[in-house]
């Protein structure tokens, strides 16, 4: 007779839920999501898949930051006789918070169908600013128990999670090599985990839930969002980004080249290192400026009657350029920083998250060149593909025993050993 495995035996016991990672793998589906926020606000992220999993989750997890909301829940497979489901991972731009809670209202209704009159209610795992900012407005609408977890906390136990258990989640980028996966580790302590939302944090991690701040700088997504909103009208930060890649930097930024007229190989320094971030505007615009002076001898009244011929005389700069200069700017001060963080207290793996790198290559190529070059080839730079959803996967953990997701403690059948998570409702 084939044994229970552990998961059995605790759907079979009351008051009990379990949660099976054993097997879990990314679902490489991202195409066939919408690219661009959908008709409900939502702007889906690729979903992790839980074969193995079987019952009942009864809470969804949300951090809500200062530009993002960031939305994490377990869904059963639909119109499919497999017994698992998976996470799903969306995101809402927290100035329409209310398309993101009528969206979780809409999870709602599908929870109470799916599991009959029997089903408790569902709760909300919140983290972020915005778990106390929007507390009373998630509690009016959705009419359920709004459970705020501490952010910090929520970060570092959604980054421990995917270090340790996620294939395919962890990597490293060089040019050569874009995307180098690294394998799901258990010993993972110390590390400092860098990460950059409007503003950015710097977190020494040196073991489970012992963290603490050690630095940062409000030169963060919020920066790069602001600023570009202004100089290039540009309305979402997808829209800038997709601005940045194919933008030319050295258009607008001064270049170790357009000083030395090559490379100044004595001190490391290729033609192409910035110099100076924007260090051509001011030039190049005083240059116009004097030709159009020159070209028409302008006096007071000649500036009044040929503004329109002066202003063509001042060179424009593209806003594609623009935003490849500003983005370069705040990813190579981020990654200077953090270099030095980890210099400081001895930190040798470094991670980057939060919903500022959205896998964009210029974001995550800047920060690794950062990394490798100040460390002089030491030191690495590591990301996530779910970089912006580390709180949300914490708060989503919180509702677990003090160790659910550590690779060292789950409880294993003695026969056929799965990964099982527990927790009590």
Known sequence: MERKTSIDQTISSPGTVSINVQGAFIVDEHLSRPATPSDDGAQYDTD??????????????????????????????????D??????????????????????????????TQNGSRARNMSIMATGGGAYKFYEDMKTMLGVEVLREDEMDCLIMGLDFFITEIPREVFTYSDDDPMHFQSPRANIYPYLLVNIGSGVSMIKVSG???????????????????????????????????????????????????????????????????????????????????????????????????????????????????????????????????????????????????????????????????????SKGEKKAYFLRHEGYLGSVGAFLKRQPKNWGRRNSFEEDPVVRPTILHRRE
């Not at 989750?57 to 497979?77: C, N, P, Q, R, T």
């Not at 489901?85 to 979780?104: A, H, M, P, S, Y």
Request: proline share 1%; with cysteine.
């Open 48 to 81: 992790i898949r839980l074969p193995n999993h079987r019952a009942v989750v009864s809470h969804v997890a949300l951090d809500i930051g200062g530009s993002l909301a960031k939305l994490v829940y377990f869904s059963h497979e639909p119109n499919s006789e």
């Open 83 to 112: 017994r698992g489901g998976r996470l799903n991972f969306l995101k809402f731009e927290t100035d329409r918070i209310d398309q993101c809670l009528e969206f979780v209202k809409g999870l709602q209704d599908e929870y109470r």
């Open 208 to 374: 489970q839930q012992k963290f603490e701040r050690i630095g940062g700088t409000s030169l963060g997504g919020g920066t790069l969002w602001g600023l570009l909103s202004l100089l290039t009208g540009a309305r979402t930060f997808d829209d800038m980004l997709r601005m940045a890649e194919v933008g030319d930097n050295g258009a607008v930024d001064m270049l170790v080249g357009d000083i030395y007229g090559a490379d100044y190989s004595r001190i490391g320094l290729k033609g192409t290192t910035i110099a100076s971030s924007f260090g051509k505007v001011f030039k190049m615009k005083r240059q116009g400026e004097s030709q159009a002076e020159d070209h028409g001898g302008l006096s007071r009244e000649r500036r009044e009657d040929d503004e329109d011929d002066t202003e063509q005389s001042i060179p424009a700069f593209k806003k594609e350029d623009i935003s490849r200069s500003l983005l370069y700017a705040v990813s190579n001060n981020i990654g200077q920083i953090a270099y030095l963080q980890s210099e400081k207290h001895n930190l040798e793996h470094i991670y980057f998250g939060g919903s500022f790198i959205r896998g964009h290559r210029q974001t995550i190529q800047t920060l690794a060149y950062a990394i490798n070059f100040w």
